[in-house]
């Protein structure tokens, strides 16, 4: 099994920035590809970005090109979401999620889901 520990979600002022971390542990041998989606209230779960282990690859929604960045920390097995510029319409619960097949693979069905972390921006 693998296990994802989200951390760095925080209130935070719109237009401001900050980072999310998650920490892979157990088989990560297993993991080929992590990413974030996330969960607003009342909406449903959506794919934000991921990133492939290997070569860096990366992909991400619309709505967040630009602002976000994902990155990997291959020798700590974690995963960050920069983000910047962030807007009222980014709060949500962020989940990153981790899948053994592809950056495509973990952004239709991830393998392996954190419990997440509260986002939450202010205008």
Request: aromatic share 10%; proline share 3%.
């Amino acid at each position: 099994q693998v296990h994802l520990v989200e951390s760095g979600g925080e209130l935070v002022q719109a237009g401001g920035s900050l980072r999310l971390s998650c920490a892979a542990s157990g088989q990560t041998f297993r993991i080929y590809a992590m990413g974030w989606f996330r969960q607003a209230p009342g909406k449903e779960r959506e794919f934000v970005a991921a990133i492939d282990w290997s070569g860096g690859s990366t992909a991400y929604a619309d709505s967040v090109k630009g602002r976000f960045t994902i990155s990997r920390d291959r020798p700590k097995n974690t995963v960050y979401l920069q983000m910047i510029s962030v807007k009222p319409e980014d709060t949500a619960v962020y989940y990153c999620a981790a899948g053994r097949t592809s950056v495509a693979g973990v952004r239709a069905a991830p393998d392996y889901w954190g419990q997440g972390t509260q986002v939450t921006v202010s205008s």
